[in-house]
Antibody, heavy 120, light 110 residues
């Protein structure tokens, strides 16, 4: 069965960096684009970034552009989110989600999320 | 871009129907047929319930249906069951490789 498992979250001071991972199984990882989506405490969902199936194209929300970098290693079935210059409003649960068609129309499987807390 | 507008709460009794709204603009909900709905139980990951306005993924009961009129999308849950109690989020493609979500509606099954 399709599984996405996020890891790498934790407590980090403002201005520092953190790298999240999302390990996939149960499907051909290299055939699908993947998103990062986050959810601040008690809030709605916010799209963060997307990477094509082959890593050739990447897109970011304005709120993270220039600070976050999405990447993938298809040989390891793993997606990454490098987060630099972290701020308090980056505190959230971070989910990875598979895009079935690769066109932003169908986020069909989501991981359980990893908590990121930015605090001094 | 602003989040899509959803009422914060809704409720219904078992067996009844309830409809959630999701209001955007002509550059998101009204401009594309890429509206999705997600169900999220407390502490759990979101689950896709509806995509492309009206389509149901396999395994989602046909009690869940979606529609759209102008800049407002709707999710209807018929024959309410206790396990339907959850938060429901809408999302829409907003062009230029961007997706926006609503703030969510908390459904209470009375």
């Amino acid at each position: 069965q399709v599984q996405l498992v996020e890891s790498g979250g934790g407590v980090v001071q403002p201005g520092r960096s953190l790298r999240l991972s999302c390990t996939a199984s149960g499907f051909t990882f290299s055939s699908y684009g993947i998103h990062w989506v986050r959810q601040a405490p008690g809030k709605g969902l916010e799209w963060v970034a997307f990477i094509w199936y082959d890593g050739s194209h990447k897109y970011y929300a304005d709120s993270v552009k220039g600070r976050f970098t999405i990447s993938r290693d298809n040989s390891k079935n793993t997606l990454y989110l490098q987060m630099n210059s972290l701020r308090g409003d980056d505190t959230a649960i971070y989910y990875c989600a598979r895009d079935f068609y690769g066109d932003f129309s169908k986020f069909d499987y989501w991981g359980q999320g990893t908590q990121v807390t930015v605090s001094s | 871009q602003s989040a899509l507008t959803q009422p914060p709460s809704a409720s219904g009794s078992p067996g009844q129907s309830v409809t959630f709204s999701c209001t955007g603009t002509g550059t998101d909900v009204g401009g594309y047929n890429y509206v999705s709905w997600y169900q999220q139980h407390p502490g759990k990951a979101p689950k896709l319930m509806i995509y492309e306005v009206t389509k149901r993924p396999s395994g989602v009961p046909d009690r869940f249906s979606g529609s759209k009129s102008g800049n407002t999308a709707s999710l209807t849950v018929s024959g309410l069951q206790a396990e339907d109690e959850a938060d429901y989020f809408c999302s829409s493609y907003a062009g230029s490789y961007n997706v926006i979500f609503g703030g969510g509606t908390q459904l209470t099954v009375l």
